[in-house]
T-cell receptor, first 114, second 113 residues
């Protein structure tokens, strides 16, 4: 069975600084990988996804992530954060697009400091 | 575009009461899901459905029931509510092909006292 580890529960960053949110997964088969963002009191919305092809994936709001199969990682990055990026970020994995949905990490709270 | 609609948004229950969380989607998605979110724990899958009349258990199904009589609706029933069911519940849907993204509702915050 697949699992997802988000190594940091909280990441404080100054505004306009770069940020990396770390995600590692474990799976015995090929996977699809996702990053979702949750703003306060809202549902989750998709930031980006990796299905196949180029290992560098670009998403909305200037975020990107790199799939590294040898490291079993899918870290999320943004070169310059804004106060509006304050949110909870979830990494998720699906084994081959199975019907039983996504397995989520515990989330990383990104805190932008002015 | 309504997407995935959940009702109610907030509810307080007493221990032992029952209730149903409603979920409806207007995207003609075959696959629907119920997750619960607890602080610092991410999202856990309760039940899912791959089409009308077909449901299956997820990781944490105990204390819950679901039904899927139409493509659009996927209600979650809580029987004999317990404090451990205090959580935020999210309904989500996706197409049945490939690795389509999940579309989420805005959540239902349930407190059991």
């Amino acid at each position: 069975a697949q699992s997802v580890t988000q190594l940091d529960s909280q990441v404080p960053v100054f505004e306009e600084a770069p940020v990396e949110l770390r995600c590692n997964y474990s799976s015995s088969v090929s996977v699809y990988l996702f990053w979702y963002v949750q703003y306060p009191n809202q549902g989750l919305q998709l930031l980006l996804k990796y299905l196949s092809g180029s290992t560098l994936v670009k998403g909305i709001n200037g975020f990107e992530a790199e799939f590294n199969k040898s490291q079993t990682s899918f870290h999320l990055r943004k070169p310059s954060v804004h106060i509006s990026d304050t949110a909870e970020y979830f990494c998720a994995v699906s084994e081959g697009g199975g019907a039983d949905g996504l397995t989520f990490g515990k989330g990383t709270h990104l805190i932008i400091q002015p | 575009n309504a997407g995935v609609t959940q009702t109610p948004k907030f509810r307080i229950l007493k221990i032992g009461q029952s209730m149903t969380l409603q979920c409806a989607q207007d995207m003609n998605h075959n696959y629907m899901y119920w997750y619960r979110q607890d602080p610092g724990m991410g999202l856990k899958l309760i039940y899912y459905s791959v089409g009308a009349g077909i449901t299956d258990k997820g990781e944490v199904p105990n204390g819950y029931n679901v039904s899927r009589s139409t493509t659009e609706d996927f209600p979650l029933r809580l029987e004999l509510a317990a404090p451990s069911q205090t959580s935020v519940y999210f309904c989500a849907s996706r197409t049945g092909t490939g690795a389509g993204e999940l579309f989420f509702g805005e959540g239902s915050r349930l407190t059991v006292l």
